[in-house]
């Protein structure tokens, strides 16, 4: 369980190189792409970050594609706070933004799908999502031999809390 000293806010240009060093960190395991210090700086906005005393130990991003559809991404927390509901609070919070937003449908692609089905999210194919395909993925090093798993969530009808 997370202890009361965890915030979740909106990233600041200050917290890009910790992002940056935390999507690096993982990146480096396998288990996501790198995010260069550039590229946070350029979608800074779109970044929430969780921090504990001070100290940036974990992000998400959200990429707007519709009106009503978005992706909840770069998902990372530093090994010290994982498993503690870190990463729960983090896509807790994008649900949040993304309703306030009315967005009605979030989706992720992911290598940890037991974590987003346990978060009400549903597998589905990832060739529901040609807009991501188109957008980002073409540039991915993984695009012949994608090994993550695509899955939804709707929020609409859902309280935000």
Not at 24 to 34: I, Q, T
Not at 55 to 76: P, Q, W, Y
Not at 114 to 138: A, H
Request: hydrophobic share 45%; proline share 2%; with cysteine.
């Amino acid at each position: 369980m997370v202890s009361n000293d965890i915030t979740i806010r909106t990233a600041r240009l200050a917290d890009a190189g910790a992002i940056a060093g935390i999507t690096a960190f993982n990146a480096g395991k396998g288990v996501m792409l790198e995010r260069s210090p550039e590229n946070v700086i350029e979608n800074i906005r779109n970044f929430l970050v969780a921090e504990h005393d001070g100290r940036v130990i974990g992000s998400c991003a959200i990429a707007f594609f519709t009106l009503h559809l978005a992706e909840i991404r770069t998902l990372a927390v530093i090994d010290s706070f994982k498993r503690l509901g870190v990463g729960s609070l983090l896509v807790g919070k994008a649900e949040e933004v993304l309703r306030e937003e009315g967005v009605t449908t979030a989706f992720v692609l992911t290598l940890s799908p037991g974590f987003f089905l346990s978060l009400g999210y549903r597998e589905v194919n990832k060739e529901m999502f040609p807009q991501k395909i188109w957008r980002d993925c073409t540039n991915c090093p993984k695009l012949m031999a994608c090994d993550e798993i695509a899955m939804i969530k709707e929020l609409d009808g859902e309280m935000a809390g």
